[in-house]
């Protein structure tokens, strides 16, 4: 079942979440560098805001939502810090994206969608909830441009690991018609040991700042 706002409120709150790493994933900055970033950007399940930030930084047109107000305010304070106060930060449903006119455009579909969209950690939340997981894809569609472009970084089942990880075939079978999977390579993911994933994380290679990377997907998927 889909966590209530509380569980995810409460994280923030206290700052045990296991994502919160200080830093942006390693794996979204190799993108950014890539070249595969483009246009005006959405990142939703932001969470601590690095990513929106970063992308703000660089000079994108980027805005950045969470579920959470909790994380909301953590991103906001986060931005602050580093000097980044013109960061884009909103409280959104992210399965309910498209019923927000300044998201999804009027038609759903027009501008002003997104021309490229980054999930960090977001996906594989909804790994076990399928219909949660479609409500999510036709969410990003209803938001996304026509040729537009959805990133996922979400928590891989090929190794042992912490967090809800899921199989390609999950990211496969959920980006069917009105899609196409361009890509999907194994990367890699760096998390935070905190007591929410302590029992997980027994066994891992655990760096002396608590930080460990583990196996995930990255997958580029077109809107068409």
Known sequence: ????????????????????????QPAIVALERAGEISGRVLEPGC??????????????????????????E??????????????????ADALA??????????PPGSAPAFDTVVDSAL????????????????SLHAVCKPGGVVHVLALSDAEPGFGPRISDTVIRASFGAG?????????????????????QAVGLEVSPAGLVDVAAWMARIRRL
């Not at 986060?78 to 106060?85: E, I, L, S, T």
């Open 1 to 24: 079942m889909t966590r209530p706002v509380e569980t995810w409120n409460t994280v923030y709150d206290e700052d045990t979440a296991p994502w919160v790493i200080g830093e942006p």
């Open 47 to 72: 969470g601590a805001g690095e990513h929106t930030i970063l992308l703000t930084r660089l000079g994108y047109d980027v805005l950045g939502v969470d579920f959470s107000p909790s994380a909301i």
């Open 74 to 91: 953590y991103a906001r304070a986060n931005a602050a810090a580093q000097g980044v106060p013109a960061v884009r930060l909103e409280v």
């Open 97 to 106: 994206l498209g019923g927000n006119a300044d998201f999804a455009g009027d």
């Open 123 to 138: 996906f594989h939340v909804f790994g076990t909830e399928p219909e949660a997981r479609a409500a999510y894809v036709r």
């Open 179 to 199: 899609w196409e999977l361009e890509s999907l390579e194994p990367t890699r993911y760096r998390g935070r040991v905190t007591a929410t994933v302590a029992d």
